[in-house]
């Protein structure tokens, strides 16, 4: 497969435990902000999102926490599988403007069996 | 299917020979983006349209040009490559509503310019 970064933070966990990801970000003025998987050989796929005024967003084995006091974001995904082996993005948003997302590097998760 | 498609897959060029990488996507999204991947730095945006027939430049739009001419099609033109535009690039489209902006992305497109 395609690597998408080298020197990558990496974590890795057992199958079936509960992984988390976090995330910095910079602009106190991002007001969304979401997640991405990309597994090797392919394009980023959304996971999931949440806005600025909450602060847990879930989903199907994941959820989001947002800390806009110290502008942190983590993803927790529960019972990891194998097949969420991949590179998980976090991105944030700024009201107005472009519209843009600023993407961060990712972290690799390797899941073993 | 709701898809981004993006054409070639996979290309290698030569230094100053044109090519374009077309994208097309089928959902009726306004906003379209092109990216680049490249090792250590993530994705960056490269231009981006809002729009039909309205672009603007990204992050690192130099050596590229973008058009939107309709609205599923956002095609990404390289005049004259060189080898630093070596790199995975990928086309997104997204719609934002309620403040939100989700980009779905194509497969991408790995290229190499010798």
């Known amino acids: 497969g395609e690597s998408v970064g080298l020197h990558l933070p990496t974590l890795s966990v057992q199958e079936g435990d509960n992984s988390i990801i976090n995330c910095a970000y910079s602009n106190s003025a991002s007001d969304y902000f979401i997640w991405y998987k990309q597994e090797s050989g392919k394009g980023p796929q959304f996971i999931i999102d949440?806005?600025?005024?909450?602060d847990k967003r879930q989903g199907q084995r994941v959820t989001v926490l947002l800390n806009k006091t110290v502008k942190h974001l983590s993803l927790q995904i529960a019972a990891t599988q194998p097949g969420d082996s991949a590179v998980y993005f976090c991105?944030?948003?700024?009201?107005?403007?472009?519209?843009?997302?600023?993407f961060g590097k990712g972290t690799k998760l390797t899941v073993n069996p | 299917e709701a898809q981004v498609t993006q054409n070639p897959r996979y290309l290698i060029t030569v230094t100053g020979k044109k090519l374009t990488v077309t994208c097309s996507q089928n959902?009726?999204?306004?906003?379209m983006s092109w990216y680049r991947q490249d090792p250590g730095l993530g994705l960056r945006q490269i231009y981006y349209?809002?729009?039909?027939?309205?672009?603007d430049k990204g992050d690192v739009p130099e050596g590229y040009k973008v058009s939107r001419k309709e609205k599923r099609n956002f095609p990404l033109i390289l005049e004259s490559p060189s080898p630093n535009q070596t790199s995975l690039y990928f086309c997104a489209s997204s719609f934002g509503s309620s403040g939100r902006r989700v980009e779905y992305f194509g497969p991408g497109t790995r290229l190499t310019v010798l």
């Open positions: 991105a944030e948003k700024t009201q107005g403007g472009s519209e843009k997302l600023v």
């Open positions: 959902m009726n999204h306004e906003y």
């Open positions: 949440i806005r600025s005024n909450m």
């Open positions: 349209s809002m729009n039909v027939e309205v672009t």
